[in-house]
């Protein structure tokens, strides 16, 4: 068990308070979070009296490990660009959990990410949500699939029309590309549930044939036929919780007509969509707050390198998190900077995204969205102790990540650290 004394805590949950301590038992959880409460005298005792107590930040989009640093673009393994159609493909299985930015995303306080295939095919590919600290990644896998990437506007345009001359060329191609394979996997669904349905009567009659064959009834009675049980295909497989609403869409949109469109899809199939990107999102917000769609904002620090990004700004997360969006940041790494992630909520912050609000969007708004809220995302009794100490606001650009914890376990600390992160 261990006890940390803390200066300031700020659960993200509940209002901050002064000299409090938490209390993490042998599974990693937290235990108790508070004031005025007795320390267990076998606890190991954290000394931060002068930090302050910060949940583990989460992205829940981004491309680390599968965009590794310093290894070079053809290294590269964010994008099957051979296919726009590829839902049976899994960013887990491109995950390289020991890459250099993995490492330097923990020393900024980062202690789980969703990893999502890029946004060259119409639809990319399973993303997954890991923990950020092993060396196998199976075991840090808090979701092996978190939704289904796609992408709407410019990149698939770009990476097939204009590179590969095939479809899409258009928005209007990538819409009938997805389209056809919506109709696709629900025929394949349909013919599945009929084949569940006929295997059924077949037992049943299986059943009333056997009963009549012992009983020396019936003897000319021929005894039924097993049904063909249809082929699997793992393109459509990999299809069916987005249309049985288990999965979302993670949809890549910038534009407010590219965002609009997103909406339409999944209102027209009865599927759930997280809006990825939303840079446009402040001109559309009334819709996307009637509609309840999340969005996953950003990157918004850093040059405006397509006509996508043309009126980008930092006031979008403020207008949405007042609007009662529910909204989270993304540092969409490698583009910016994950370790960063406090930097630019500070930024938001200073453009209209009110205090609590750039708490919530790099943690608890974050595990909101990936549906992992009950296990991280603020400091609270019951959860993952995802906990970083900082030497002071984390918000405040002079202050530094000084230890982290992932489960329970020390994973970083700036005092020991060998390694150049910054």
Request: with cysteine.
């Amino acid at each position: 068990m261990k006890a940390i004394l803390c200066g300031k805590i700020i659960p993200v949950g509940k209002e901050e308070f002064d000299n409090g301590h938490i209390l993490i038992d042998d599974k990693g959880k937290i235990k108790k979070v508070g004031k005025g409460f007795d320390v267990p005298k076998d606890a190991e005792i954290i000394d931060a009296k002068d930090l302050v107590a910060f949940p583990g930040i989460i992205d829940a989009h981004c491309h680390a490990a599968v965009w590794e640093e310093e290894i070079g673009l053809t290294l590269q393994d964010g994008n099957e660009m051979t296919d726009p159609i590829t839902p049976q493909i899994r960013v887990l299985d491109a995950i390289n959990p020991v890459e250099k930015g993995m490492r330097r995303a923990i020393s900024g306080g980062v202690t789980c990410i969703c990893i999502s295939p890029g946004s060259a095919n119409v639809v990319g590919g399973q993303m997954t949500t890991i923990k950020m600290h092993g060396t196998i990644v199976d075991k840090m896998v808090v979701q092996e699939t978190a939704g289904m990437k796609c992408a709407f506007g410019e990149n698939p345009k770009r990476c097939y029309g204009d590179a590969l001359k095939r479809m899409p060329g258009t928005r209007m191609g990538s819409l009938g590309l997805f389209r056809q394979l919506m109709f696709e996997t629900q025929n394949y669904m349909n013919k599945a549930e009929e084949y569940e349905k006929k295997l059924k009567q077949y037992k049943e009659d299986l059943k009333d044939y056997n009963k009549k064959v012992k009983g020396g009834k019936d003897k000319d009675t021929k005894k039924p036929t097993e049904p063909t049980k249809p082929d699997k295909d793992i393109k459509y497989e990999a299809m069916v919780p987005i249309l049985k609403k288990e999965l979302p869409l993670r949809a890549h949109a910038h534009q407010a007509n590219d965002i609009v469109t997103a909406v339409r899809l999944a209102k027209e199939f009865d599927v759930d969509v997280i809006i990825e990107h939303c840079t446009y999102g402040h001109k559309v917000v009334d819709f996307l707050a009637e509609n309840k769609i999340p969005a996953v904002v950003g990157p918004t620090f850093g040059f405006r390198t397509k006509i996508e990004l043309r009126e980008m700004t930092w006031k979008t997360i403020g207008i949405l998190y007042k609007a009662g969006v529910l909204v989270s940041m993304t540092a969409d790494h490698p583009v910016v900077p994950l370790q960063f992630q406090t930097l630019y909520a500070a930024i938001a912050h200073r453009e209209g995204l009110p205090l609590q609000g750039a708490y919530e969007v790099i943690t608890l708004n974050s595990a909101k969205i990936l549906g992992i809220d009950d296990r991280v995302g603020s400091i609270e009794e019951g959860k993952d102790a995802d906990i970083v100490l900082w030497s002071g606001n984390p918000l405040d650009i002079q202050s530094k990540a000084q230890k982290v914890f992932i489960d329970g376990e020390l994973v970083y600390d700036i005092e020991t650290e060998t390694e150049e992160l910054f």
